[in-house]
């Protein structure tokens, strides 16, 4: 059987003192053909995930409960590129994160995203949301909120054809 469900990936920490001491580096992407679902609260496993070539990945969930993640590195930008399946994303409780990454415009089956509890956020990415965007929530991020308003200046970055829910 093909994994096609992964809750997060254990940091290099818990590989070590599980006796598994390979300096935190990832697997290869051919370890995960077919992942389809990826949860973390682990910035070890985002960076391990974001730069696999991941295209069967339907759904991401990145929530930050250490605060730790501030901007995605270089490589989990490139990574975000190669997430041509992915329908949904939720990022939540990114109490640190000041921006999303610049390349989600480019996601093509992207339908859903869910920004919670990310109140750094002040912006969306200069290529804006991509086309196929039909839902997005837009929670406790007060000055995203304010910026993709009716008139805002993000306003325009939104697919008119997507529902908004901003508080």
């Not at 992407?29 to 991941?54: E, G, V």
């Not at 992207?110 to 990310?118: A, I, R, S, T, V």
């Not at 009716?150 to 908004?164: T, V, W």
């Amino acid at each position: 059987p093909m994994l096609k469900e992964l809750a997060a990936l254990p940091s290099s920490s818990q590989k070590r003192q599980e006796g598994n001491d390979d300096h935190g580096e990832g697997p290869p992407s051919s370890s995960f053909p077919r992942l389809q679902n990826f949860s973390t609260d682990n910035r070890c496993s985002l960076m391990w995930i974001l730069p696999q070539k991941l295209g069967s990945l339907v759904l991401l969930e990145i929530t930050d409960p250490r605060h730790d993640l501030i901007r995605f590195t270089e490589a989990e930008e490139e990574g975000w590129k190669h997430l041509t399946s992915v329908s949904a994303v939720t990022i939540w409780d990114c109490l640190e994160l000041e921006s999303l990454p610049s390349s989600m415009h480019i996601l093509p089956s992207l339908h859903k995203l869910n920004l919670m509890g990310c109140p750094k956020i002040n912006r969306l990415p200069d290529g804006g949301l991509p086309a196929s965007l039909r839902y997005l929530t837009i929670h406790g991020c007060p000055k995203l909120v304010e910026s993709c308003q009716e008139g805002g200046p993000d306003h325009h970055k939104i697919s008119s054809n997507a529902y908004i829910s901003l508080r």
